[in-house]
């Protein structure tokens, strides 16, 4: 994306991602949202050729160790998903008791009309923050990073206990998205 020096160059390759709402806005305060996440993650996952490898959903933004399967792009499955959960979101926005609406629309709105990148509402800022794993090393660390994000913000004392995580999937669990243990 525009001026993004951390893009997706292999589009075979794994990557850890950050994908971010726009001015770091905290919307996934609100389990309605982060379900729009987990459902569209295993839509892309069962539909599209994306393999999950480790996610997280914070306040702002989203941890994902990814890679498309052969024959997908990663760079369009990432255009599909912040396409289509931006507009879930902010429609979900308009529908339920949300304390915040006018201010989150009108800085999504200002957003859309300031950089002419979308129609009404701008949720996700377009840089992904791209990190390429290429070696081991790189993807266990990644791989801790982000699990221990709700450890290191208080959320909670132990990773697998952060149902908005892949953590538990690496505990023996079951996760809500479906992953690839790597």
């Not at 996934?28 to 996440?37: A, E, L, N, P, S």
């Not at 990814?66 to 926005?93: N, P, Q, W």
């Not at 915040?100 to 129609?119: C, I, S, V, Y």
Request: hydrophobic share 40%; charged share 30%; net charge positive.
């Amino acid at each position: 994306m525009s001026g993004d020096r951390y893009e997706i160059a292999d589009q075979e390759k794994t990557y850890f991602l950050t994908l971010t709402v726009i001015d770091w806005v905290d919307v996934f305060t609100r389990k309605d949202y982060k379900v729009i996440i987990v459902d569209s993650l295993n839509y892309c996952v069962e539909n599209k050729g994306l393999e999950i490898f480790a996610w997280v959903i914070m306040s702002n933004h989203l941890h994902l160790m990814v890679r498309a399967k052969e024959g997908f792009i990663l760079s369009h499955i990432l255009r599909d998903f912040k396409k289509f959960t931006s507009k879930e979101i902010t429609a979900k926005i308009l529908e339920i008791g949300e304390s915040r609406r006018e201010w989150l629309l009108n800085k999504f709105a200002f957003e859309a009309k300031r950089t002419g990148r979308a129609k009404n509402y701008k949720f996700w800022r377009d840089d992904n923050h791209a990190i390429c794993l290429e070696k081991s090393e790189w993807v266990l660390q990644r791989l801790n990073y982000i699990h221990q994000n709700p450890v290191r913000q208080m959320i909670v004392n132990n990773p697998e206990d952060y149902i908005f995580s892949s953590a538990i999937d690496y505990a023996d669990g079951k996760g809500l998205v479906i992953i690839t243990r790597v």
